[in-house]
């Protein structure tokens, strides 16, 4: 996310997974260590659930100062949303269907233009409002108001016209143009319905917890960076049909805690003060070790969406506006290292812009090869000759691209390495937050690779990132030439038309080898993440989106 954002810091590696876990609507599976099975089924064992107990959650990373569900793209905070929030559908994390949540039905037009749901009755918000039609149109009308506070959003509502209230418990919701994408959007904890009430309060407001929704906890108190504190609600009784709980939450309270040292959080978990420890950064054989032996098992999911990748900036004057040097950078990069490396033997090697969990992933590993003398033999043709300490020069410029990046990194630094073999020199700019945002809007960017992901278990989720007809943000525009930008955009709409799901299909495999071909997009690794849990955590369950389900989480005495 994740963190889910635009960019993210490039020293938070994902984390290394010791489960298999079946993607079983997409057809496929990931082939880890089977050592795994005894601590997801540990984690996640029958019995019958005690009521009460306070779950008390460990953090090692905030990525935004903000908890509004609409505006949050963050992993950490949007877990937290998943259960303070509910949305019109759910999405089946086994098969990927939509099933009823607050809608128990919906239609769509055959231009995909406009979307019929009909509402749940009974729905109460936690402010004590009704859950009816009015309230997803003030819902919906504000997430579009949002604009790019919404990074998420601003492509889930593109071509947004409104939400007309057909009757109290009908709305249909219409768009300018088609927008086939929609409906798995409204599955999303971005396109949650908070109270009406909710929006009087501004943006900024929201974000620090100023909102009602209608989920199974409520917010007690959320305090960047710090933590939360979310309270079980009485009386919850319109969970998915997915869920294993149909009532209330069995926990009483939920407390999450940023703890940014991974031996604080590791040793905290051990200890007991934490139920659930989850960082970002790899865990080493040395700390999955120790959580084993203080009796806690591991618990992992894999993310749909899009891979950790790099995007070029191709703004003309930066070194890789040359396609050749593009080329050979693409050639340049050891995948299969960096998951046996950084994280182990057996983790997934990358081999697409879209995770392989995410509908309509399409393999291009045969376009993400590692060739370095096919790389040295393009430099050398394109004039770039082995200059001081290897690195090569042309016209008294050194092949030097600078990344900037937040923390320290074990890809970034394994990828150094890599590249330094072939002549290219990567440089790593350690800076703050605000420092690499500077870098990269100022015209330009004083950049040349930028690291990103995002999370969703739909294709259009690469719209995000890289439609420049939808997102304004430099670097995306930054990453493109003028043709590249008009291509894009024009197959990101082909997407949004196609209703048929062969001619989707189709469309966004096109994308995915077109991003990598012209050499966009440099994927580095697959996401999957690992929490350490304690064994007295029992009924752990995720969302598609990869976000934990606390409704059925229980605790044993």
Same mark, same amino acid.
């Given at each position: 996310?994740?963190?889910?954002?635009?960019?993210?810091?490039?020293?938070?590696?994902?984390?290394?997974?010791?489960?298999?876990?079946?993607?079983?609507?997409?057809?496929?599976?990931?082939?880890?260590?089977?050592?795994?099975?005894?601590?997801?089924?540990?984690?996640?064992?029958?019995?019958?659930?005690?009521?009460?107990?306070?779950?008390?959650?460990?953090?090692?990373?905030?990525?935004?100062?903000?908890?509004?569900?609409?505006?949050?793209?963050?992993?950490?905070?949007?877990?937290?949303?998943?259960?303070?929030?509910?949305?019109?559908?759910?999405?089946?994390?086994?098969?990927?269907?939509?099933?009823?949540?607050?809608?128990?039905?919906?239609?769509?037009?055959?231009?995909?233009?406009?979307?019929?749901?009909?509402?749940?009755?009974?729905?109460?918000?936690?402010?004590?409002?009704?859950?009816?039609?009015?309230?997803?149109?003030?819902?919906?009308?504000?997430?579009?108001?949002?604009?790019?506070?919404?990074?998420?959003?601003?492509?889930?509502?593109?071509?947004?016209?409104?939400?007309?209230?057909?009757?109290?418990?009908?709305?249909?919701?219409?768009?300018?143009?088609?927008?086939?994408?929609?409906?798995?959007?409204?599955?999303?904890?971005?396109?949650?319905?908070?109270?009406?009430?909710?929006?009087?309060?501004?943006?900024?407001?929201?974000?620090?917890?100023?909102?009602?929704?209608?989920?199974?906890?409520?917010?007690?108190?959320?305090?960047?960076?710090?933590?939360?504190?979310?309270?079980?609600?009485?009386?919850?009784?319109?969970?998915?049909?997915?869920?294993?709980?149909?009532?209330?939450?069995?926990?009483?309270?939920?407390?999450?805690?940023?703890?940014?040292?991974?031996?604080?959080?590791?040793?905290?978990?051990?200890?007991?003060?934490?139920?659930?420890?989850?960082?970002?950064?790899?865990?080493?054989?040395?700390?999955?070790?120790?959580?084993?032996? $203080?009796?806690?098992?591991?618990?992992?999911?894999?993310?749909? @969406?899009?891979? %950790? =990748?790099?995007?070029?900036?191709? +703004?003309? &004057?930066?070194?890789?506006?040359?396609?050749?040097?593009?080329?050979?950078?693409?050639?340049?990069?050891?995948?299969?290292?960096?998951?046996?490396?950084?994280?182990?033997?057996?983790?997934?090697?990358?081999?697409?812009?879209?995770?392989?969990?995410?509908?309509?992933?399409?393999?291009?590993?045969?376009?993400?090869?590692?060739?370095?003398?096919?790389?040295?033999?393009?430099?050398?043709?394109?004039?770039?000759?082995?200059?001081?300490?290897?690195?090569?020069?042309?016209?008294?410029?050194?092949?030097?691209?600078?990344?900037?990046?937040?923390?320290?990194?074990?890809?970034?630094?394994?990828?150094?390495?890599?590249?330094?073999?072939?002549?290219?020199?990567?440089?790593?700019?350690?800076?703050?937050? $605000?420092?690499?945002?500077?870098?990269?809007?100022?015209?330009? @960017?004083?950049? %040349? =690779?930028?690291?990103?992901?995002? +999370?969703? &278990?739909?294709?259009?989720?690469?719209?995000?990132?890289?439609?420049?007809?939808?997102?304004?943000?430099?670097?995306?525009?930054?990453?493109?030439?003028?043709?590249?930008?008009?291509?894009?955009?024009?197959?990101?709409?082909?997407?949004?038309?196609?209703?048929?799901?062969?001619?989707?299909?189709?469309?966004?495999?096109?994308?995915?080898?077109?991003?990598?071909?012209?050499?966009?997009?440099?994927?580095?690794?697959?996401?999957?993440?690992?929490?350490?849990?304690?064994?007295?955590?029992?009924?752990?369950?995720?969302?598609?989106?990869?976000?934990?389900?606390?409704?059925?989480?229980?605790?044993?005495?």
């Amino acid at each position: 996310m994740e963190r889910s954002r635009p960019l993210k810091p490039s020293g938070v590696a994902l984390l290394l997974t010791l489960v298999a876990l079946l993607a079983a609507g997409f057809g496929l599976s990931r082939s880890l260590s089977t050592a795994s099975a005894k601590s997801i089924s540990a984690a996640t064992s029958a019995g019958t659930p005690v009521h009460g107990g306070d779950l008390t959650i460990g953090f090692d990373l905030n990525v935004e100062n903000c908890i509004d569900p609409n505006q949050d793209f963050g992993l950490e905070n949007r877990d937290l949303d998943r259960n303070l929030v509910d949305s019109l559908t759910d999405q089946d994390p086994s098969t990927g269907a939509l099933v009823p949540w607050l809608a128990t039905s919906w239609s769509s037009n055959k231009t995909s233009t406009v979307f019929t749901f009909h509402l749940r009755h009974g729905v109460t918000f936690s402010d004590g409002e009704k859950f009816n039609a009015a309230a997803v149109k003030t819902a919906y009308d504000n997430v579009y108001k949002l604009g790019p506070l919404s990074l998420l959003g601003i492509t889930y509502v593109a071509g947004y016209v409104g939400t007309d209230v057909v009757n109290n418990y009908e709305v249909k919701v219409v768009f300018s143009q088609p927008n086939a994408q929609f409906l798995q959007a409204s599955a999303t904890t971005v396109m949650g319905i908070l109270s009406p009430k909710s929006y009087n309060n501004t943006p900024a407001q929201r974000c620090l917890g100023q909102f009602w929704g209608s989920g199974p906890f409520t917010l007690q108190s959320y305090t960047p960076g710090v933590g939360a504190v979310l309270l079980r609600r009485a009386g919850y009784a319109w969970p998915s049909s997915i869920e294993s709980n149909q009532g209330p939450a069995y926990l009483s309270e939920i407390t999450a805690k940023w703890i940014p040292e991974d031996s604080v959080l590791i040793g905290s978990l051990n200890s007991g003060q934490l139920n659930l420890a989850w960082p970002r950064v790899a865990l080493s054989a040395a700390n999955r070790q120790l959580i084993e032996s $203080a009796g806690g098992d591991i618990f992992s999911r894999p993310y749909p @969406g899009i891979t %950790d =990748l790099l995007l070029s900036n191709q +703004t003309p &004057g930066r070194i890789l506006a040359d396609p050749i040097v593009r080329e050979a950078l693409q050639e340049s990069i050891n995948r299969a290292q960096i998951a046996s490396t950084v994280f182990s033997p057996d983790y997934p090697v990358v081999t697409s812009v879209l995770e392989d969990t995410t509908p309509d992933y399409t393999d291009e590993s045969s376009l993400l090869g590692y060739d370095p003398k096919a790389a040295e033999a393009l430099l050398t043709k394109d004039g770039w000759v082995p200059g001081s300490g290897g690195i090569r020069v042309k016209d008294g410029r050194k092949l030097t691209l600078i990344e900037p990046i937040t923390e320290p990194s074990p890809i970034v630094d394994l990828l150094q390495s890599q590249l330094a073999k072939v002549g290219i020199q990567l440089q790593e700019d350690l800076v703050t937050t $605000a420092e690499e945002e500077s870098m990269i809007d100022e015209p330009g @960017g004083n950049y %040349d =690779l930028a690291e990103t992901y995002y +999370t969703r &278990g739909d294709p259009d989720v690469l719209a995000s990132v890289l439609d420049t007809a939808i997102v304004s943000s430099a670097y995306v525009k930054q990453s493109q030439t003028a043709a590249q930008q008009a291509k894009l955009a024009a197959l990101f709409a082909a997407g949004n038309k196609a209703i048929v799901p062969a001619q989707r299909q189709t469309i966004y495999s096109e994308i995915q080898n077109y991003l990598i071909s012209q050499d966009i997009a440099f994927p580095l690794d697959e996401r999957l993440e690992v929490t350490g849990v304690s064994s007295k955590v029992h009924g752990l369950a995720v969302t598609d989106e990869g976000l934990t389900i606390f409704n059925n989480v229980w605790l044993s005495k």
